[in-house]
């Protein structure tokens, strides 16, 4: 796959088929044709929790296992309905943790071949000035693209580290520093290279005190959908009062967009309306919204509150 | 044939005498003509600097979409320098945005404009201690020589155009920013606008700035650019010092 641009690994499929019916291209984006089927590594899929060391997962454990894994459930009852909340059940069911987080991003100009948009090679974001009701409203840059994983934020909240192959060895990060912006390399989502693959997936216990919560905000309610906005939270609390806050968004900003100001506003003080509006207000003061998506500015406001709420009931 | 080494060293001493005299009568003359023809020959009251282009932007037409900073730090990767961003875009709530910018894109916020002023007499230039900085021959534009550069701030602190705040420029990512001279922490020197003068397409901003673009095609009406390649004359350098000085008050937008 390093040597071959037009290779791809593949497990579940779920993205990667659409993105070659689609026959997406561009000059920074070749044509796919090689598929390379990794689901026969050994180990891949397991979801593994050991007390002392925390969750690990194979990035192969599909959608569905890690939503209804019992020790997902009872300690990181986040990354479950994260995990529940993507797609349909057919896709979670062969749809991978590894996929989703590293599927590519929905927008449309970049999905239709018709436009020569920076993410496949070219020199225009169609979005700027055409339809961007979905689009970023946070550290959009050049490219408006937002990252469309249910399962990233969660991991984000509960500080998972990714350990990932390249041609130099084994390298292991937080998710974090995972994902990269239009500015660090427009072309994608995050700091795998050609013929890179993501190996593993390890998070930290939970502390005892921890409580969580996954909301997410679609425009088709009740049945299947990609999020509009959705916030993945971890606080760590004593009864009213925040020790540590952990609130990450996807749908807002070209990667997942960890509300750094408003997990400072919460950190070490006491639950309040006040304090919340405060926090939430504060994580969203940079936002840019386009022509057509200022509303996610709202949502994702009131969000972090009911998220903040929920994960300390 | 063994050469004289007095007559070598006098003839030596002679041509540099004369250096000196034609330079200074050069000067004279060219400060004449520059009294006498404003705007002709440009830079005319510092004759040792080259005239140069000068990224002009209109805050009025910025829609802070980042395109030109992102470029910037692009094309400069690709080609082994700082990829530092050599312009910047601040909140400014201040900035009048112009109708056709309002109608295309909505109520988006308004923003100001920060690149390199290239100042006529580049005031980063003399302080150099190892001359890094010079002027590139072809754009005129006053660069940083990365490979001989010795990190030492001085042009940093010699440039007239403090940047706003780093609280309200646009983008995430900070560079501890005080002036249009960067310091670059990962390679250890600075950074400043170099007009891209190792691209034949002109400085990547001005390419790739989606209202240009977009003006150009005739889609967004306007007789001027948001980034546009102007004179180094002094008729810009004062309409940019007016423009580029920094609002009253650094506080981070509502």
Redesign the interface.
């Known amino acids: 796959m390093r040597a071959n641009p037009e290779a791809r690994p593949i497990a579940g499929g779920s993205d990667l088929l659409g993105w070659i019916k689609e026959d997406v291209q561009g000059t920074g984006e070749p044509r796919w044709n090689l598929l390379v089927d990794i689901r026969t590594i050994p180990g891949s899929d397991e979801i593994r929790f050991d007390e002392a060391d925390g969750l690990t997962l194979g990035p192969l454990a599909t959608l569905d296992a890690i939503e209804h894994s019992p020790e997902v459930q009872d300690r990181y009852p986040v990354l479950s309905r994260a995990a529940g909340a993507a797609a349909s059940p057919n896709i979670r069911h062969v749809g991978t943790i590894g996929g989703n987080i590293n599927q590519r991003p929905r927008c449309w100009y970049l999905r239709n071949t018709e436009f020569d948009c920076y993410k496949k090679g070219g020199n225009f974001c169609f979005a700027v000035t055409g339809k961007n009701e979905y689009h970023a409203i946070l550290n959009g840059e050049l490219c408006y693209i937002v990252h469309p994983s249910d399962a990233a934020p969660a991991l984000m909240a509960l500080h998972a580290d990714a350990t990932i192959r390249t041609a130099d060895g084994e390298q292991t990060m937080p998710f974090d520093e995972y994902f990269i912006g239009p500015r660090q390399d427009v072309l994608r989502e995050n700091v795998l290279q050609q013929g890179d693959l993501l190996t593993r997936i390890h998070m930290p216990t939970p502390s005892p005190n921890a409580g969580m919560s996954f909301i997410k905000a679609q425009r088709r309610g009740e049945t299947y959908d990609f999020a509009v906005v959705n916030v993945a939270t971890v606080i760590v609390h004593e009864g009213d009062q925040i020790e540590d806050a952990s609130i990450v968004l996807s749908g807002v900003a070209p990667t997942p967009f960890r509300a750094v100001a408003a997990e400072d506003a919460l950190r070490g003080q006491t639950v309040s309306d006040g304090l919340l509006q405060q926090a939430a207000g504060a994580a969203l003061l940079r936002a840019r919204p386009m022509t057509e998506n200022a509303y996610k500015v709202g949502i994702s406001k009131n969000l972090i509150v009911r998220s903040v709420r929920e994960a300390m009931a | 044939m063994a050469e004289d080494p007095t007559d070598g060293g006098r003839e030596r001493e002679i041509s540099r005498r004369d250096f000196v005299k034609r330079a200074g009568a050069t000067t004279a003359a060219v400060a004449l003509v520059g009294v006498g023809l404003p705007g002709v020959i440009r830079g005319a009251a510092f004759p040792h600097m080259a005239e140069s282009g000068v990224i002009m932007p209109d805050p009025g037409l910025c ?5 030109c ?3 910037c ?2 094309v400069h990767r690709e080609i082994g320098l700082s990829e530092v961003p050599r312009i910047r875009i601040y909140f400014d709530e201040s900035v009048q945005v112009k109708p056709a910018i309002v109608e ?6 308004s923003f100001m404009q920060a690149p390199c002023v290239q100042c006529p007499d580049a005031p980063c230039l003399p302080v150099c201690p190892v001359d890094a900085v010079r002027v590139e021959p072809t754009t005129g534009a006053r660069i940083i020589n990365e490979s001989t550069c010795i990190a030492c701030g001085k042009c940093e602190d010699a440039c007239i155009f403090p940047t706003i705040d780093e609280a309200r420029a ?4 900070r560079f501890g920013q005080r002036s249009r001279i960067t310091y670059d922490e990962t390679r250890n020197v600075y950074a400043k606008c170099d007009l891209c003068y190792f691209r034949p397409e002109g400085p990547a901003c001005i ?2 700035c ?1 209202v240009n ?2 003006i150009n095609e005739g ?1 967004i009406q306007s007789d001027v650019l948001c980034l546009d390649l102007a004179p180094g004359d002094r008729a810009t350098f004062e309409r940019m010092r007016e423009q580029q000085a920094v609002p009253a008050g650094g506080e ?3």
């Open positions: 829609i802070g979409c980042l395109s900073e992102v470029a730090s692009d295309s894109y909505g109520d988006r916020g646009t983008g995430e990512e390419e790739q989606p673009i977009r889609i981070a937008p509502a």
